[in-house]
């Protein structure tokens, strides 16, 4: 969609969100621009099944060869890939006896569904979703010589299988599916540049992996420290959980997660926090408008027409509406609008041109002040030609 675009306004119009998840993608866009977002979608990772892998094979070989006393479900999706491979080998039944005869450990609610559609019953599921959580549980009992299945969730847990190992326990590592690159990367660059340039609202993680590839494709473009300080500011970093969260802790960007684990309440969450954080009044003589991230909301009723700007012309506006009235200098405005880019006065007239060709009517709103620069009209019918 082109700036200067008119459509009819919605909660998340004026926002530009990227998306790094691989699974559930389409769903996850579908509900943001269902509400008015633009959508850059930028798969972070992929997941590699391992159905016909030998590694899981042999793994379910060695669960069936004696009894297990513990199992570990580690995501509802790796745990139903399991299941379904074993019962393509014929392993089926006996591997969903070995489960419900063992005591089962489910992380969060995913894990857990899946557990039960197969007809187990967890013992334990923590609610932070941890595998920490389970750690501690399951190192709290005797585990010499049990015998721990441990369903991996697109990595190794090598800190949970060394543990149960040191307390005298046999662990059988259930290699479900693999996190891999993506294939294309072009998307995930082209996201953290964006980012870094300042033309994303909000980013969504859903696994932590997806986190840390954001980040190692953001360094790999030379961006990594203009988007950590994005995240740490004017962007919004949105995952799906605490456990998602933890790479975003670790470097202090400030990440924000919903109550529940859900793609909804995600998109809840963004919806209801996204606005606060960028939402200015933009005095229109005897009226006021609202600049909503890149896009200007016209008209009292609801739901109001928008306008959809450029970055850099949303930029300005946002700065003269900040001081309606006020002269804002070229050079204040390059400071602002482009710091650190290496742009010069042309580029914040052709930003106040292309702002005033969007805002059609409304153009006389940005007035310009010979050899100062451009001011907000306040004054009764600074919003008509």
């Known amino acids: 969609m082109k700036a200067g675009t008119r459509e009819t306004a919605a909660e998340l119009t004026g926002f530009t969100v990227g998306v790094t998840a691989a699974r559930r993608r389409e769903e996850l866009t579908a509900l943001l621009r269902r509400r008015g977002a633009r959508v850059m979608e930028a798969p972070a ?132 599916y693999r996190w891999a690159p993506p294939r294309d990367p072009e998307p995930v660059r082209r996201l953290a540049e964006a980012t870094a340039r300042g033309e994303v609202h909000a980013l969504l993680f859903t696994s932590a992996p997806a986190i840390t590839s954001f980040l190692e494709h953001a360094e790999a473009a030379g961006k990594y420290e203009t988007v950590l300080e994005r995240l740490r500011t004017d962007v919004l970093p949105l995952c799906v959980g605490a456990v998602c969260a933890r790479p975003l802790l670790e470097v202090d960007a400030g990440p924000v997660w919903p109550e ?90 052709a930003a106040v041109t292309r702002l005033r060709a969007a805002l059609g009517p409304y153009a006389s709103l940005i007035r310009t002040v010979p050899k100062r620069g451009y001011r907000l009209a306040t004054e009764p019918g600074g919003g008509t030609r």
């Open 45 to 176: 990772l992929r997941i590699v099944p391992l159905e016909d892998d030998a590694a899981l094979r042999a793994a379910t070989e060695r669960c069936l060869a004696a009894p297990l006393d513990y199992v570990v479900a580690t995501t509802g999706v790796g745990w139903r890939g399991w299941m379904s491979a074993a019962e393509g080998w014929g392993y089926g039944a006996a591997l969903t006896t070995a489960c419900r005869e063992a005591e089962v450990l489910s992380r969060g609610p995913k894990a857990t569904g899946a557990v039960r559609a197969c007809g187990t019953t967890e013992t334990y599921s923590p609610a932070s979703e941890a595998v920490d959580e389970l750690r501690t549980w399951l190192l709290a009992r005797d585990l010499r010589g049990r015998r721990v299945a441990v369903q991996e969730h697109g990595a190794p847990l090598p800190g949970l299988a060394s543990a149960l190992r040191e307390r005298g326990a046999e662990v059988v590592e259930v290699p479900v």
């Open 260 to 349: 529940r684990g859900r793609l909804g309440a995600m998109v809840h969450l963004l919806t209801a926090t996204l606005p606060g954080r960028d939402r200015h009044l933009v005095p229109a003589g005897d009226r006021t408008l609202v600049l909503q991230g890149n896009a200007l909301l016209l008209g009292d009723d609801a739901p109001a027409e928008a306008v959809w700007l450029t970055p850099g012309s949303a930029r300005v506006l946002r700065a003269l509406a900040e001081r309606p009235g006020w002269v804002v200098g070229r050079p204040e405005l390059l400071r602002r609008v482009w710091p650190g880019r290496g742009a010069d006065e042309h580029a914040v007239e």
